[in-house]
């Protein structure tokens, strides 16, 4: 836990954020979604869509763009794949809490640190938790910063895909 509050003390309840499990998710890579990834993100390189040319381009199918792993829960996860620990999105009850307090909520950065890469008919699993909470002031609002990282391994092979990384604001 980073204290860049000039000093200031964490809030005892902010503090016992880092650590907190947000949950296992499982994914499943889709091919529409990773090509529609793509076009929306004005990608329109053919390896997102036709598997002849990621194989053309050495991938062994069709590879996802690199921002992908900010949706694929949107787009992959399916009830009836979910690990029994899967409850969904801690977060939101994280987010709820801090709403609670009023305010307003920001997404500050997100980070995919990449161990392989991954591609159209990967079976991912996440497990998430807060890795790291600290506040700072800013032209007198306080804003609290909740880190969390969630490690996606293949579920054929148990190796680490990506490791995604957000940072949420809580400015109030």
């Known amino acids: 836990m980073t204290d860049t509050t000039g000093g200031a003390e964490l809030d005892p309840e902010v503090k016992k954020l880092v ?5 296992r998710n499982r994914v499943v890579v889709e091919r529409g979604p990773v090509a529609n990834f793509a076009t929306a993100v004005c990608d329109r390189s053919s390896v997102y869509s036709d598997p002849r040319e990621a194989e053309a ?3 062994r199918s069709i590879p996802v763009p690199p921002t992908y792993p900010f949706v694929w829960e949107t787009w992959g996860r399916f009830p009836e794949i979910q ?33 392989r890469p991954v591609f159209v008919g990967d079976v991912l699993t996440g497990e998430g938790k ?3 909470v600290y506040q700072k002031e800013s032209k007198g609002h306080v804003m609290t910063f909740v880190v969390n990282e969630v ?8 190796e680490v895909a990506v490791v995604t990384k957000a940072n949420i604001i809580h400015r109030i």
Do not use: C, R
């Not at 650590?19 to 949950?23: A, P």
């Not at 307003?104 to 640190?113: A, R």
């Not at 490690?151 to 148990?158: H, M």
């Open 19 to 23: 650590g907190v499990s947000t949950g």
């Open 57 to 59: 381009a050495g991938y």
């Open 83 to 115: 690990p029994e620990a899967g409850e969904g999105n801690a977060m939101a009850g994280i987010i709820g809490n801090l709403m609670s307090k009023g305010g307003t909520i920001l997404h500050g950065e997100q980070e995919f640190i990449y161990h």
């Open 130 to 132: 807060v890795t790291d």
């Open 151 to 158: 490690v996606w391994t293949d579920d054929a092979t148990g």
